[in-house]
């Protein structure tokens, strides 16, 4: 009898939510930067694997990156079941 894999579907969802979400402190240059940053949100609501995606320089994108992976959530749902969720966002030094 050949094997068939199913995947469920959410049927009752809720997306992540921001529990402590500090902004991270960033030196105004003469120019305005953007630094943009994927990461996963995992189901203990810590961020995880952050990744710049738009780097400003070294300094500025581990400032950012360090108060990001300080961050807290209430991990999203799926059918009542804590489940991964990847986010995205962006900072301006302006």
Aim: hydrophobic share 35%.
């Amino acid at each position: 009898m050949p094997h068939t894999s199913a995947q469920a579907t959410c049927e009752a969802t809720r997306p992540p939510e921001a529990l402590a979400t500090p902004n991270p402190l960033l030196e105004p240059p003469d120019t305005a930067a953007k630094i943009r940053v994927s990461f996963i949100i995992g189901t203990d609501g810590r961020v995880h694997s952050p990744l710049i995606l738009e780097g400003a320089g070294p300094v500025e994108d581990r400032t950012v990156l360090d108060v990001v992976r300080s961050w807290r959530y209430r991990p999203a749902m799926c059918n009542g079941v804590p489940t991964e969720a990847e986010a995205k966002v962006e900072f301006s030094s302006r």
